[in-house]
């Protein structure tokens, strides 16, 4: 084993032993190697998340058949189908159009999708997500449903990029009054939805403070990125 693969692998060990049980990793790899999700992978990682669809598909046909991927990008729609068959779940449900695809795409291999719904919480145009309005909206429609291929599990957020903690804290604790909102209004009788998938690397771990079940780590665990060809 080589030390990128030792350091991988005692990153991965290091964040597990700091977070408390019931929250879940999700090993953002993104543009890392296959070798390099391996290294990952005999650690004991099995959660990975991935956002471009052009490398999760080949990364998910080579790679152990019991690593669970996470969709957490922004997806768009005629993307869908390629994903479908992979991931266990997509974090990054952002509009009614992409449930519908993802729904649809799903029906035509007789799967069921679990989903975030994604939140803009950050002060970043760039960030994408539902308001809470629009949302509340399509979980009213009769089109909602009548989807039986998607499955609404929780919901996902990203704070803004900026080094004040208390404006992080702020942002996150918005996305738990929008999970809880939501469980209250929508899902109160759905054991599945359940889930807060909100912090990074340089956050995670106030995220998890303010009510976080899933933390996709990126950086923390496989250094700076080293960029395969993603083309």
Not at 111 to 122: D, G, K, N, S, W
Not at 169 to 183: D, P
Request: glycine fraction near 6%.
């Amino acid at each position: 084993m080589n030390e990128i693969q030792q350091e991988i692998q005692s990153n991965i060990k290091r964040i597990i032993d700091g977070i408390p049980q019931g929250v879940r990793l999700v090993a953002v790899s993104k543009y890392n190697s296959n070798d390099r999700i391996e290294a990952a992978y005999s650690a004991g990682q099995r959660l990975f998340g991935e956002s471009r669809a052009q490398e999760l598909v080949p990364k998910a046909q080579a790679l152990p058949k019991d690593i669970r991927w996470h969709f957490i990008g922004h997806l768009q729609t005629n993307k869908v189908k390629y994903i479908v068959p992979y991931v266990s779940c997509i974090e990054s449900v952002d509009s009614f159009r992409l449930l519908s695809e993802i729904n649809k795409q799903a029906q035509k291999i007789n799967r069921v999708i679990p989903c975030l719904l994604q939140f803009h919480v950050a002060i970043e145009e760039t960030k994408f997500g539902f308001d809470l309005d629009e949302c509340e909206q399509m979980l009213l429609s009769n089109d909602y449903k009548e989807f039986c291929n998607v499955s609404i599990i929780g919901v996902m957020g990203m704070a803004s990029i900026t080094t004040d903690t208390d404006y992080i804290r702020k942002e996150f604790r918005h996305v738990k009054q929008i999970y809880t909102k939501l469980k209250a209004g929508f899902f109160a009788n759905d054991d599945k939805f359940s889930e807060i998938s909100m912090g990074m690397t340089h956050d995670y771990k106030i995220a998890i403070e303010e009510g976080s079940t899933i933390v996709r780590v990126g950086s923390g665990i496989f250094g700076e990125r080293m960029y395969i060809n993603h083309s």
